[in-house]
């Protein structure tokens, strides 16, 4: 019997395609320059798809592949796939939960030094030989003995609280269900942002959190707070976030994601109070390389029984 064809959208690692050729017959979404006529040759064929967070399986993907059974994301995230459409054709999803907890929060107390320790202004003083012109660089701020406040308590949201540690922080948090922790819940997004010195967004995207992060919001973090984005760029309303770091309403914004992305506004860039990544939460080699190799377990276990090692909610009872 020949191997069930995979539809690759995106990149993967050189480990995760030694895996995943001798398995399955491969065909790379971005090869295919006419999709009906690919599809009229190969689209049945295909049984599974690898995806990221980013790119999702477009509607029009879908539509080509009618044996589609499996959809294997390579990220937690996967507000970029339509799980609703998928569980109307009984397609599985998974994705790739706890593996890149550590580097996301990695990741958060990277902007949140980043932000509050001035980097980016003390390396530019040292660099560009302002030291010896001008002499000591302005002070900046402590992250020790901060309030905290954590939107999305979940996997990731847990480990930035543990990492944060270091700093003797007052964590809060908001999410739509109370927890079992020793930390303060907030019913009400715009109070704790008021109680807070920084807020650190890390949600789920998609509809149930676009733009909760809005001009309320960070007006109530207030002149001396700062915002920290891990999530999704749709959590925060980014009009609002410029208007309010432009007229001095919010301190400081240190952000890994965008609403548009790749594209960063230019009023992001060229602001003094902001610190900027392009969304690499999660991309070290280390924690690549765990993501990739559970999401090609996903692949692997579905074609040996069908089923999938790490399901995303909507999709576990398929
Ligand atoms: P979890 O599902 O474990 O946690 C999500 C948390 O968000 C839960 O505490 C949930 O609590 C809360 N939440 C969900 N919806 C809402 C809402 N509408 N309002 C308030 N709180 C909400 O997810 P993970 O921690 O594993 O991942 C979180 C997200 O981080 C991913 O979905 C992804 O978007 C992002 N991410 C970003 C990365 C990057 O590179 N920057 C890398 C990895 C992940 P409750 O259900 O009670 O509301």
């Known amino acids: 019997m020949s191997n069930p064809?995979?539809?690759?959208?995106?990149?993967?690692t050189e480990e995760m395609m030694s895996r995943l050729t001798p398995e399955f017959t491969i065909h790379e979404l971005s090869e295919i320059s006419d999709l009906d006529a690919w599809a009229r040759e190969h689209g049945a064929s295909?049984?599974?798809v690898m995806t990221n967070g980013h790119d999702g399986v477009p509607p029009a993907v879908m539509a080509a592949l009618p044996n589609l059974k499996?959809?294997?994301g390579y990220g937690v995230g996967y507000d970029a796939v339509d799980t609703d459409a998928c569980v109307a054709r009984g397609i599985k999803v998974s994705h790739t939960p706890n593996v890149?907890?550590?580097?996301?929060?990695?990741?958060?107390?990277?902007l949140l030094l980043a932000g509050l320790r001035n980097f980016r202004h003390d390396e530019a003083w040292a660099r560009s030989g302002d030291w010896e012109a001008?002499?000591?660089?302005?002070?900046?701020?402590?992250?020790d003995g901060k309030t905290i406040g954590i939107l999305g308590l979940g996997r990731i949201g847990q480990e930035i609280a543990d990492r944060l540690s270091v700093f003797n922080p007052t964590i809060v948090y908001h999410t739509r269900t109370k927890k079992d922790v020793p930390y303060t819940y907030y019913a009400d997004l715009v109070e704790m942002a008021k109680a807070c010195d920084v807020l650190v967004c890390i949600t789920p995207g998609g509809p149930s959190t676009s733009k909760i992060v809005n001009k309320d919001v960070l007006e109530a973090l207030g002149p001396k707070g700062m915002?920290?984005?891990v999530s999704r760029g749709s959590v925060v309303d980014e009009d609002?976030?410029?208007?309010?770091l432009d007229s001095g309403k919010l301190g400081l914004a240190g952000l890994d994601v965008f609403e548009r992305e790749p594209h960063i506004p230019d009023a992001l860039k060229a602001s003094?109070?902001?610190v900027l990544l392009p969304h690499v939460g999660s991309a070290t080699h280390e924690t690549r390389a765990a993501m990739g190799a559970l999401t090609v377990d996903n692949l692997l276990q579905w074609k040996a029984d069908g089923s999938l090692k790490t399901p995303v909610p909507e999709c576990a009872h398929l």
């Open 5 to 12: 064809g995979l539809l690759k959208i995106g990149g993967a």
């Open 46 to 48: 295909v049984e599974a």
């Open 70 to 72: 499996a959809v294997s």
């Open 100 to 110: 890149l907890n550590g580097e996301v929060a990695n990741t958060t107390l990277l």
């Open 134 to 143: 001008k002499g000591n660089a302005p002070l900046s701020n402590s992250p």
């Open 227 to 229: 915002l920290i984005n």
């Open 240 to 244: 609002a976030l410029i208007a309010a």
């Open 272 to 274: 003094d109070r902001t």
